[in-house]
């Protein structure tokens, strides 16, 4: 079976141009803040346009994949943040959309920060990494009905 993955940052590239560019460069030298700037980027163009802007630009995205020579059986769209995005693709493609949330342990979430972005003075805010922080940033909550996999 045929699966690619459209990426939500891709559409942010596409409706920011240079600005995202700009932002990548920062990832070598200070991975949290180009981290930062990418997730101001795509909340800019929310505030500027509507919260679903994100899903259009993947829908264009899906629908250039989908007209292609050999187009793929499943597409998955990767890091939708607000519930507008998940809502206009149930909307778009209704039955043939699914949405899956992946939500970890805080404990591991921060371990995979730590591993990714390091621990050095100043980087993560006063007090480090304890579980206070959870209620920041981006998350996947509301994205789409909660259904527990059970064993």
């Not at 507008?84 to 949405?99: N, Q, S």
Request: charged share 30%; hydrophobic share 40%.
């Amino acid at each position: 079976m045929r699966t690619e993955i459209v990426k939500a940052r891709d559409g942010i590239a596409m409706a920011v141009g240079a600005d995202w560019d700009a932002a990548l460069v920062l990832r070598s030298a200070d991975p949290v803040a180009s981290a930062e700037r990418l997730q101001e980027l795509g909340d800019k163009l929310r505030e500027r346009h509507d919260d679903a802007i994100v899903a259009s630009a993947m829908i264009a995205e899906i629908v250039d994949r989908l007209s292609g020579e050999q187009p793929p059986e499943v597409l998955i769209c990767d890091s939708l943040r607000h519930p507008a995005e998940a809502k206009l693709l149930r909307m778009v493609y209704g039955d043939a959309y699914w949405t899956l949330g992946i939500v970890c342990d805080f404990t591991i979430r921060r371990d995979r920060l730590l591993k990714k972005f390091g621990n050095s003075p100043g980087l993560w805010p006063a007090g480090g990494l304890d579980s206070s922080w959870v209620s920041t940033g981006q998350r996947v909550d509301g994205t789409g009905r909660r259904h527990t996999l059970r064993r």
